[in-house]
């Protein structure tokens, strides 16, 4: 198996991976939507809110900013997130050592005097330094002259499989890198599919088709529909494919994806171990 970044920045990574099975890539696109913890507000105590927003849209608003987790990746990954979820429905608590890795508080107090005010995500403050929203021009909420608001937030650690708040990509798509093949003795130059074609992958060079980038096509196949002459024809490498990830902000793009492989290997250790205990009961 071979990877290659196509892109990479703080936003998002693009791997090309080329032998690779099609099932491992798509259980990484999964786990990175589901399965890696991150933190995000829960908790919302409206202490004032003489907004015109109501407060449950206002808390709803809240929990989706996402929050900056990188720099407590050790912190975050040393705790259950099942520990947490259950901690917020169940009256058995944990350890207060658990707890306190767990969550951490934030406030936002806004008012507006004599014009209109813009609150934004960048006013929440938070206890921790490391653990803050990921951008601050977020807009929550807009207070009227005289309005005001004051809030306690409770961020705690979750995972997507819980509630979309705690998925730390936005987007996690795994797409075929097509083989687009022209059959030169079949062509006749009339540039239909080059016309159609949305992402301008093929143009005209000397005297023929050419394909300028192969990783832009979304095999839509609307050059194969466009050429009568049947000279174009496209075929699926299930071999090659690309895996790209969107950061929502919480974690870098590669800590998404290598966290992702993680987890995914330890719960495949576990199934196996499971399954060779399981052998060896059975030869007993």
Same mark, same amino acid.
């Given at each position: ?9 703080? &936003?998002?990574?693009?791997? *090309? ?6 099932? !491992? !890539? ?35 608003? %809240? ?27 169940? @009256? &058995? =608590?944990?350890? @207060?050592?658990?707890?306190? #890795? ?5 406030? %936002? &107090?806004? +008012?507006?005097?004599?014009? +209109? ?7 929440? =403050? ?13 807009? *929550? ?8 608001? /004051? ?17 730390? /990509? ?10 687009? /093949? *022209?059959?030169?003795? %079949?062509?006749? !130059? ?21 394909? $300028?980038?192969?990783?832009?096509? @979304? ?13 174009? $024809?496209?075929?699926?490498?299930? $071999?090659?494919? *690309?895996?790209?990830? &969107?950061? /929502? ?14 987890? %995914? ?10 399954? +060779?205990?399981? #052998?060896?009961?059975?030869? #007993?």
């Amino acid at each position: 198996m071979e990877l290659v970044i196509r892109e990479w920045n703080r &936003e998002q990574i693009e791997l *090309i991976a080329d032998g690779a099975p099609l099932p !491992l !890539l798509n259980a990484i696109r999964r786990y990175s939507l589901a399965k890696v913890p991150i933190y995000a507000i829960d908790e919302v105590m409206i202490i004032v809110n003489t907004s015109a927003m109501f407060d449950e849209i206002l808390a709803h608003r %809240l929990g989706m900013v996402p929050l900056i987790s990188e720099e407590s990746l050790d912190r975050l990954m040393s705790i259950d997130p099942d520990i947490c979820a259950k901690c917020s429905e169940s @009256t &058995e =608590k944990p350890s @207060t050592e658990i707890c306190e #890795k767990c969550y951490v508080h934030m406030i %936002l &107090e806004a +008012e507006a005097d004599n014009s +209109e005010v813009t609150v934004y995500s960048g006013n929440i =403050k938070s206890e921790d330094p490391y653990i803050k929203p990921a951008y601050d021009n977020i807009p *929550i909420v807009i207070l009227a002259p005289g309005q005001r608001i /004051s809030l306690e937030l409770r961020a705690r650690v979750g995972r997507g499989l819980e509630h979309a708040k705690w998925s730390p /990509s936005n987007v996690a798509i795994v797409r075929h890198i097509p083989n687009i /093949s *022209i059959d030169k003795s %079949l062509c006749n !130059l009339c540039g239909k599919c080059i016309d159609v074609c949305p992402k301008k992958v093929l143009s005209m060079g000397n005297k023929e088709v050419v394909v $300028n980038n192969i990783y832009e096509c @979304t095999i839509c196949r609307q050059c194969v529909y466009s050429c009568s002459l049947k000279a174009i $024809n496209i075929l699926i490498d299930e $071999n090659r494919n *690309i895996l790209r990830i &969107e950061s /929502s902000g919480s974690l870098k793009p590669e800590t998404i994806v290598r966290i992702s492989a993680e987890i %995914l290997l330890n719960e495949l250790n576990t199934i196996s171990k499971f399954v +060779e205990q399981w #052998k060896i009961g059975v030869d #007993k």
